[in-house]
């Protein structure tokens, strides 16, 4: 089945440890984006990639960076975790947001602790 | 700006009555907006769109949703409620240039047996 992948699931770092998490997808969609959740809380788009092109929300922290290599993969870094960098992490895929009908198809997240 | 509104932190209905979970929206031009399920440590599951078309929009678990343009609601409901509905819901729409969802807050959708 096509689908969305995260690793891993959950991932636990020190404080100021640099952490990456993995995202790819089956799909073949153009865009991959990076949401974080924290607790009770609605999801907050933190950047996104339209193929190669790299779109950062203006209040993302300067701390949070992404690569994409390919169409399949996208990494989430957080150079110097802080403790309210705790969160879930969600990616999502999408095909073509200029597409009225475009729609985002979630992963199963990444819950990162912070100790 | 766009944004959405979930006025309920939680509903509770029995197993087998019906369920409404509310979802108001405010955005310039045309509202596209979704339904997502979330259980508990998991991602987001998609439940439902509005494109345009049929205010009633009919979705995955026989779930759907009324699109009411003068009241700027977009609301989940199911005719008849199971256990296993229980999770978060979260309405949202999507941003101008479609990259990107704006989401609600999310509703608790807690059905007792």
């Known amino acids: 089945d096509a689908m969305v992948i995260q690793n891993p699931r959950y991932q636990v770092t020190q404080f100021g440890k640099p952490v990456t998490l993995s995202c790819s997808q089956t799909?073949?969609?153009?865009?991959m984006y990076w949401y974080q959740q924290k607790s009770s809380q609605a999801p907050k788009l933190l950047f996104h990639?339209?193929?190669?092109?790299?779109?950062n929300e203006a209040d993302t922290p300067d701390n949070f960076q992404s690569r994409r290599p390919n169409t399949s993969f996208c990494f989430l870094d957080i150079r110097s975790p802080g403790l309210g960098d705790a969160a879930m992490y969600l990616c999502?895929?999408?095909?073509?947001?200029?597409?009225?009908?475009?729609?985002?198809?979630f992963g199963p997240g990444t819950r990162l602790t912070v100790l | 700006a766009q944004s959405v509104a979930q006025p309920e932190d939680q509903v509770n209905v029995a197993e087998g009555n019906p369920l409404t979970v509310k979802c108001t929206y405010s955005?310039?031009?045309?509202?596209?907006l979704f339904w997502y399920v979330q259980y508990p440590n998991r991602g987001l599951q998609f439940l439902l769109k509005?494109?345009?078309?049929?205010?009633l929009v009919k979705g995955s678990y026989g779930f759907e949703a009324e699109f009411n343009k003068s009241q700027t609601s977009f609301h989940l409901k199911k005719p008849s409620a199971l256990v296993s509905d229980s999770a978060l819901y979260f309405c949202?729409?999507?941003?101008?240039?479609?990259?990107?969802?704006?989401f609600g807050k999310g509703t608790h959708l807690i059905i007792q047996p």
């Open positions: 999502a895929t999408s095909r073509d947001p200029g597409m009225s009908t475009d729609t985002q198809y």
């Open positions: 799909l073949n969609h153009n865009v």
């Open positions: 990639y339209y193929d190669k092109d790299f779109n």
């Open positions: 955005v310039s031009g045309n509202p596209y």
């Open positions: 509005y494109i345009t078309g049929d205010n």
């Open positions: 949202a729409v999507r941003r101008p240039r479609g990259d990107g969802l704006t």
